[in-house]
């Protein structure tokens, strides 16, 4: 599986931005995939997880932080997965990964929400 993640960038507090993970390979066995993010100095955590195949087919899963502010969806038939970041503060500044399952994981995309 390779996933390639994009779309960071500088924002102002308050703005917004859109992270892509765009996904290829064999996805079998493959039922959630999610962003995480590290900050300077600080482990790795979720933010957002969706979920597919099965009776939870599409079921999302947020951090308490970003619950109201950040969307993740799926678009199978582009294999990309998004994370719609709205109202960001300076808190949501770090590198974001995206990961499918457990083992795969892309590069990190940069985000810093800076004024």
């Known amino acids: 599986v390779q996933l390639q993640a994009s779309g960071g960038g500088l924002v102002q507090p308050g703005g917004y931005l859109r992270l892509s993970c765009a996904y290829s390979?064999?996805?079998?066995?493959?039922?959630?995939m999610g962003w995480y993010r590290q900050a300077p100095g600080e482990r790795r955590i979720l933010v957002a997880a969706i979920s597919s195949g099965g009776s939870t087919n599409g079921t999302t899963n947020y951090a308490g932080s970003v619950k109201g502010r950040f969307t993740i969806s799926r678009d199978s038939a582009k294999n990309t997965v998004y994370l719609q970041m709205n109202s960001l503060r300076p808190e949501d500044t770090g590198v974001y990964y995206c990961r499918a399952g457990v083992e795969h994981w892309g590069q990190g995309t940069q985000v810093t929400v800076s004024s």
């Open positions: 390979g064999s996805m079998f066995g493959i039922n959630v």
